[in-house]
């Protein structure tokens, strides 16, 4: 008994022995496992970050690279592989200090009670937040301002110490506003990861600027834009000026390097980017030396957004040398005739009292406007009798030295002696209804590339269907059936020109669409007022 018991000591000696030996190998091996999930978890964003005080403030996560933080004073992202060290050095980074002096004035204030201070501020930023959104003039602050202040100086405290003149005005937009919506825009790109760039030249007397639009689809409301529903949750597409840029040269090469500089201010990622937006001239899409083509060497997968407003444009010029006369000029020149001269005016007036006729301002037709054509072509439709008349009734002496003014005359008398040329009119009116409904989808601020293959190929099918049945309005079939019984030859012009019209303007319309037919074809999928949604 005694053996067997001092046997079985042993044996649990042993065991406790061995356990004491593995216990230590297990720890190791499980304190070795929690510090290599340590090291492996090194230089990943946590959100424990953003609750520190130290770091509230300005930290943001970067959407889809988790080894990447944002900096929502300076806009600029930066890599945290030190980790928490990291933050640090950004801290104590100069550009970090700098920035952190005006980002917590640009932040909106949020308490619920306010001293006198605060109240005054409040309103003078409503103020001028609301002047530069309707576009006053920094003038016109001021004097509003000083108007407020006598207005309510009995009654308010707050406004009889509003105090936004013009130097304030603009130092609050500038140095507030701008850095404030700027960021917020700059957030949201972050978030909605790709987008798209458009710009174009402006002239501002003798500068010349280059403002840079993007336009990316987010989750955050927005008031302006296009609302769609993807996996049951809204989503909107917003549109938002990032910056201008004063430059005088506009090669293709000046302009790609301002649009990479723009980049690199905000870090956003070049390969992110989707489509860039232009019109269309060769500077900015040519086949060989381009914005577009320096772009797509960086970008194998960019979209070329040709401004289509722009082609439809352009196509109705180009088409209208098919006519027989031009009618653009016609309409420039009676406008410039009566513009500048009153007493014309008032025996226009007669002509109108004498037909008993309201007399209505003829509108002027811009050639760079894209939908002032068809206004001034159906306001002329419309006074077509009391000025006919006018014109017919103007008497020119053989005596009189040749002038612009008598070489116009004989022109609109010309114009307006046989029916031909209304029947002209009566056309362009009946064709551009359809071209003007388009223009107008095509500008709307909720436009995408998903609704441009619809509203295209509506226009090109309504426009075929005119040639196919050979009709183009009641008023200039008449006038076509009347004239083919006095003179059929000149019927038949008319009838071949008007054909010729159309086809130009389609086969224009084509070269610009027919190279990414098929990709707008695919998009249409998403367009929720296509047939073909979602098939």
């Known amino acids: 008994m005694d053996d067997k018991s001092d046997d079985s000591c042993i044996s649990m000696t042993v065991s406790v022995e061995e356990q004491e030996s593995i216990q230590?190998?297990?720890?190791?091996?499980?304190?070795?496992?929690?510090?290599?999930?340590?090291?492996?978890?090194?230089?990943?964003?946590?959100?424990?970050?953003?609750?520190?005080?130290?770091?509230?403030?300005?930290?943001?996560?970067?959407?889809?690279?988790?080894?990447?933080?944002?900096?929502?004073?300076?806009?600029?992202?930066?890599?945290?592989?030190?980790g928490k060290s990291a933050l640090r050095k950004h801290i104590n980074s100069e550009i970090h200090k700098t920035h952190?002096?005006?980002?917590?004035?640009?932040i909106l204030i949020t308490h619920t009670s306010f001293g006198e201070v605060q109240k005054v501020s409040a309103m003078e930023g409503t103020f001028v937040y609301h002047g530069v959104k309707h576009g006053h003039s920094y003038i016109s602050q001021q004097c509003t301002t000083?108007?407020?202040?006598?207005?309510?100086?009995?009654?308010?405290?707050?406004?009889?110490?509003?105090?936004?003149?013009?130097?304030?005005?603009?130092?609050?937009?500038?140095?507030?506003?701008?850095?404030?919506?700027?960021?917020?825009?700059?957030?949201e790109i972050i978030q909605s990861r790709f987008y798209s760039i458009s710009f174009d030249a402006s002239n501002k007397g003798n500068i010349k600027t280059y403002p840079f639009a993007v336009q990316y689809f987010t989750d955050i409301g927005v008031k302006r834009g296009k609302e769609i529903f993807h996996n049951s949750k809204l989503i909107f597409f917003h549109i938002g000026i990032l910056q201008f840029v004063?430059?005088?040269?506009?090669?293709?090469?000046?302009?790609?390097?301002?649009?990479?500089?723009?980049?690199?201010?905000?870090?956003?990622?070049?390969?992110?980017l989707t489509s860039?937006?232009?019109?269309?001239?060769?500077?900015?899409?040519?086949?060989?030396?381009?914005?577009?083509?320096?772009?797509?060497?960086?970008?194998?997968?960019?979209?070329?957004?040709?401004?289509?407003?722009?082609?439809?444009?352009?196509?109705?010029?180009?088409?209208?040398?098919?006519l027989l006369i031009d009618i653009e000029s016609i309409l420039c020149k009676i406008y410039s005739f009566f513009s500048n001269s009153a007493k014309r005016v008032e025996e226009l007036k007669s002509y109108y009292d004498f037909v008993q006729v309201e007399y209505r301002v003829l509108l002027e037709h811009i050639t760079i406007r894209w939908l002032s054509l068809l206004p001034s072509i159906q306001r002329l439709i419309e006074n077509y009798d009391p000025i006919k008349n006018y014109f017919l009734n103007q008497q020119i002496?053989?005596?009189?030295?040749?002038?612009?003014?008598?070489?116009?005359?004989?022109?609109?008398?010309?114009?307006?002696e046989d029916d031909f040329r209304l029947c002209i009119l009566l056309f362009l009116e009946n064709m551009l209804v359809d071209v003007q409904r388009a223009e107008l989808k095509l500008q709307r601020v909720s436009t995408t590339a998903v609704d441009l293959f619809g509203i295209i190929t509506n226009l090109i099918k309504k426009l075929e269907q005119r040639l196919n049945d050979k009709y183009f309005g009641n008023k200039t079939q008449l006038i076509l059936n009347h004239l083919k019984q006095f003179d059929e030859e000149k019927s038949k012009q008319l009838l071949e020109s008007f054909q010729s019209?159309?086809?130009?303007?389609?086969?224009?319309?084509?070269?610009?669409?027919?190279?990414?037919?098929?990709?707008?074809?695919?998009?249409?999928?998403?367009?929720?007022?296509?047939?073909?949604?979602?098939?």
């Open 24 to 82: 230590p190998t297990t720890s190791i091996r499980s304190t070795t496992i929690s510090n290599s999930k340590k090291r492996e978890k090194k230089g990943v964003f946590k959100k424990d970050w953003t609750l520190h005080k130290e770091f509230s403030s300005w930290l943001q996560a970067v959407k889809n690279d988790c080894k990447q933080a944002r900096c929502k004073a300076c806009l600029r992202t930066f890599s945290i592989r030190e």
């Open 100 to 106: 952190m002096k005006t980002f917590g004035n640009n």
């Open 397 to 416: 002496s053989s005596r009189t030295k040749p002038n612009r003014t008598t070489e116009n005359l004989l022109l609109f008398k010309s114009f307006f």
């Open 146 to 187: 000083n108007l407020i202040k006598d207005l309510f100086a009995s009654c308010s405290n707050t406004a009889k110490n509003l105090a936004c003149a013009r130097t304030k005005s603009r130092a609050v937009v500038c140095n507030v506003l701008a850095p404030y919506f700027t960021s917020k825009l700059i957030d």
């Open 276 to 322: 860039i937006g232009a019109d269309n001239a060769n500077v900015n899409f040519g086949e060989h030396h381009s914005v577009f083509k320096l772009f797509k060497d960086l970008c194998p997968c960019l979209v070329k957004g040709n401004c289509f407003a722009h082609v439809l444009h352009n196509g109705v010029k180009h088409a209208h040398d098919d």
């Open 501 to 535: 019209f159309i086809e130009s303007f389609i086969e224009y319309i084509n070269s610009y669409f027919d190279h990414d037919r098929e990709f707008f074809r695919r998009l249409s999928a998403f367009d929720c007022e296509s047939n073909d949604f979602l098939k």
């Open 246 to 272: 004063d430059d005088p040269h506009e090669s293709a090469n000046d302009i790609y390097n301002n649009i990479i500089k723009v980049m690199e201010n905000y870090q956003l990622n070049i390969r992110n």
